[in-house]
């Protein structure tokens, strides 16, 4: 593809943008005095606020660019896992928050501390940033490429600016700035959506019915539900509802990303109005951009995707790659920069959230226990915080640089979510355990995370064909959360056979 030649005033809007961004989060981030300032915001969030943080958090640079990708091939398919994620948080509201909010946690995996000890803490926290950390270099390369386009620079270049500009307003304000400022950015990439919608809808004959109809009359109409029982598909019912379902459950109720904006909020009953009114936010959302891809298949005329182009050589070479062909070479000029613009608030909801969470953990249930307890008072934990955002922002980046050479023809949104889901089914697998377990100790926990997190890992690995695995290409991603709990639960009942019942 071409670069997009922007003018000068476009990108003195862009840096402008990226300033105001980084200043505004140094000034709400003024005042911190210690490390639960700068993780946990002192517990003094508004609701309303970690709810947009949350939309912010999971939506990512990865979903504005890759679902209408996904929908272009899909229709509205995609949103049948959206329905299970809205039941999934009504489980952990419900199920799991109160638990959390029974004392002072700095990370949710203090909670396995309290109830097996120290190893089942650093085990399973270790198991969160390693596939974070790899979810999160997926969700930074992705929105690189358009950038790169328009800006007219390498990849690895725009990689190095996103996560630097991310990097300065999170290491300057910590989870306060993260929540206020992903407010804003919500706002930025919502609207940018909504004005390539309305540009769709005014080019295309007959608007969103004329896009439904040409998609039916090339033979892929844009179907909502299909009721087939194949664990093959990702987008069932079937796979949408209980997949869905428990995907949520183990990525908003076990993952340090979503639990901490959780954690910041003033009490239970805010947290859980927060973490469901999300839910509802997201099915809005998710609507609009598989409608943008639905549209664009009407647009291109079905132009098919061909990873080689040697059978079209007019075609797309990726899913991933339609919307921001697009964005570069059909939109008006100033419509295209604040799309860049909200490619940017995208990529850094994402990236900000990853990273605090990221470096909360390391130094709640890493470095600070090792270090000792006056680590993490004081400004010695302030600094602490600031240090290991940094160490996380140069990783990740160097991450992202990798992934972005690597040819995928998988949409990464499912590139994405199947990272996360090969631990995340034994992580809510451990909590379900220590809540609801009464006989397990922490090496029976210990052996279900890690039969759970091996099972999966093989599962993946093979769906990939990168192992000899046949189930791998049997078995869709959205399942794996539901197969590694359900092992990590199951494996962990067995073994607690073997201890008395205790009497407390």
């Given at each position: 593809?071409?670069s997009l030649r922007v003018g000068l005033p476009t990108l003195l809007?862009?840096?402008?943008?990226?300033?105001?961004?980084?200043?505004?989060?140094?000034?709400?981030?003024?005042?911190?005095?210690?490390?639960?300032?700068?993780?946990?915001?002192?517990?003094?969030?508004?609701?309303?606020?970690?709810?947009?943080?949350?939309?912010?958090?999971?939506?990512?640079?990865?979903?504005?660019?890759?679902?209408?990708?996904?929908?272009?091939?899909?229709?509205?398919?995609?949103?049948?896992?959206?329905?299970?994620?809205?039941?999934?948080?009504?489980?952990?509201?419900?199920?799991?928050?109160?638990?959390?909010?029974?004392?002072e946690l700095a990370t949710v995996y203090a909670l396995l501390e309290?109830?097996?000890?120290?190893?089942?803490?650093?085990?399973?926290?270790?198991?969160?940033?390693?596939?974070?950390?790899?979810?999160?270099?997926?969700?930074?390369?992705?929105?690189?490429?358009?950038?790169?386009?328009?800006?007219?620079?390498?990849?690895?270049?725009?990689?190095?600016?996103?996560?630097?500009?991310?990097?300065?307003?999170?290491?300057?304000?910590?989870?306060?700035?993260?929540?206020?400022?992903?407010?804003?950015?919500?706002?930025?990439?919502?609207?940018?959506?909504?004005?390539?919608?309305?540009?769709?809808?005014?080019?295309?004959?007959?608007?969103?019915?004329?896009?439904?109809?040409?998609?039916?009359?090339?033979?892929?109409?844009?179907?909502?539900?299909?009721?087939?029982?194949?664990?093959?598909?990702?987008?069932?019912?079937?796979?949408?509802?209980?997949?869905?379902?428990?995907?949520?459950?183990?990525?908003?109720?076990?993952?340090?990303?979503?639990?901490?904006?959780?954690?910041?909020?003033?009490?239970?009953?805010?947290?859980?109005?927060?973490?469901?009114?999300?839910?509802?936010?997201?099915?809005?959302?998710?609507?609009?951009?598989?409608?943008?891809?639905?549209?664009?298949?009407?647009?291109?005329?079905?132009?098919?995707?061909?990873?080689?182009?040697t059978l079209a050589p007019a075609a797309f070479h990726a899913p991933?790659?339609?919307?921001?062909?697009?964005?570069?070479?059909?939109?008006?000029?100033?419509?295209?920069?604040?799309?860049?613009?909200?490619?940017?608030?995208?990529?850094?909801?994402?990236?900000?959230?990853?990273?605090?969470?990221?470096?909360?953990?390391?130094?709640?249930?890493?470095?600070?226990?090792?270090?000792?307890?006056?680590?993490?008072?004081?400004?010695?934990?302030?600094?602490?915080?600031?240090?290991?955002?940094?160490?996380?922002?140069?990783?990740?980046?160097?991450?992202?640089?990798?992934?972005?050479?690597?040819?995928?023809?998988?949409?990464?949104?499912?590139?994405?979510?199947?990272?996360?889901?090969?631990?995340?089914?034994?992580?809510?697998?451990?909590?379900?355990?220590?809540?609801?377990?009464?006989?397990?100790?922490?090496?029976?926990?210990?052996?279900?995370?890690?039969?759970?997190?091996?099972?999966?890992?093989?599962?993946?690995?093979?769906?990939?064909?990168?192992?000899?695995?046949?189930?791998?290409?049997?078995?869709?991603?959205?399942?794996?959360?539901?197969?590694?709990?359900?092992?990590?639960?199951?494996?962990?009942?067995?073994?607690?056979?073997?201890?008395?019942?205790?009497?407390?």
């Amino acid at each position: 593809m071409e670069s997009l030649r922007v003018g000068l005033p476009t990108l003195l809007l862009i840096l402008a943008y990226l300033a105001g961004i980084n200043v505004l989060g140094a000034w709400i981030g003024r005042g911190q005095k210690d490390a639960r300032d700068y993780f946990l915001g002192s517990h003094a969030m508004p609701w309303w606020a970690v709810m947009g943080s949350i939309v912010a958090s999971e939506t990512s640079a990865l979903t504005f660019l890759s679902i209408p990708g996904d929908a272009y091939r899909t229709g509205f398919a995609f949103l049948q896992l959206v329905f299970g994620y809205i039941l999934g948080r009504f489980a952990v509201a419900f199920l799991l928050l109160p638990s959390y909010f029974k004392g002072e946690l700095a990370t949710v995996y203090a909670l396995l501390e309290g109830r097996f000890g120290p190893a089942a803490r650093r085990f399973t926290s270790l198991l969160f940033m390693l596939t974070r950390v790899m979810a999160a270099a997926v969700r930074l390369a992705v929105p690189a490429i358009p950038i790169a386009l328009i800006l007219g620079i390498p990849i690895w270049t725009a990689v190095v600016i996103l996560a630097a500009a991310t990097a300065l307003y999170t290491f300057l304000g910590g989870i306060k700035a993260v929540i206020w400022i992903d407010l804003i950015q919500v706002f930025v990439y919502l609207s940018g959506a909504l004005l390539a919608l309305g540009f769709l809808w005014t080019r295309l004959p007959g608007g969103f019915a004329g896009a439904l109809a040409a998609n039916a009359s090339a033979g892929q109409p844009a179907r909502l539900f299909h009721l087939e029982f194949d664990l093959a598909r990702p987008y069932t019912l079937w796979a949408g509802i209980l997949g869905g379902a428990f995907l949520t459950m183990a990525s908003h109720g076990a993952d340090q990303l979503i639990v901490q904006r959780l954690l910041a909020c003033r009490g239970l009953r805010d947290a859980q109005k927060a973490l469901i009114g999300s839910g509802f936010v997201i099915l809005l959302q998710m609507s609009l951009f598989l409608s943008i891809g639905v549209m664009l298949f009407a647009f291109f005329h079905g132009r098919p995707i061909d990873s080689s182009a040697t059978l079209a050589p007019a075609a797309f070479h990726a899913p991933d790659e339609i919307f921001p062909t697009f964005i570069v070479r059909h939109l008006p000029g100033f419509i295209s920069a604040y799309l860049v613009a909200g490619i940017f608030s995208a990529a850094m909801c994402s990236e900000s959230s990853a990273l605090n969470s990221l470096a909360s953990a390391l130094a709640h249930d890493v470095v600070g226990p090792l270090s000792g307890k006056k680590r993490m008072e004081g400004k010695r934990g302030l600094a602490l915080g600031r240090a290991l955002t940094l160490f996380w922002t140069v990783l990740l980046a160097l991450l992202a640089i990798g992934f972005s050479r690597l040819s995928q023809s998988q949409p990464a949104v499912q590139v994405g979510l199947g990272l996360l889901s090969v631990t995340a089914g034994g992580l809510l697998g451990a909590f379900l355990l220590c809540i609801y377990a009464r006989r397990a100790n922490q090496a029976d926990v210990l052996w279900a995370v890690g039969c759970s997190t091996f099972f999966m890992l093989a599962l993946w690995l093979g769906s990939k064909g990168w192992i000899p695995l046949s189930l791998g290409q049997k078995i869709s991603w959205p399942w794996y959360s539901l197969i590694g709990s359900t092992i990590s639960v199951a494996t962990g009942l067995a073994l607690s056979l073997r201890h008395p019942r205790p009497e407390k």
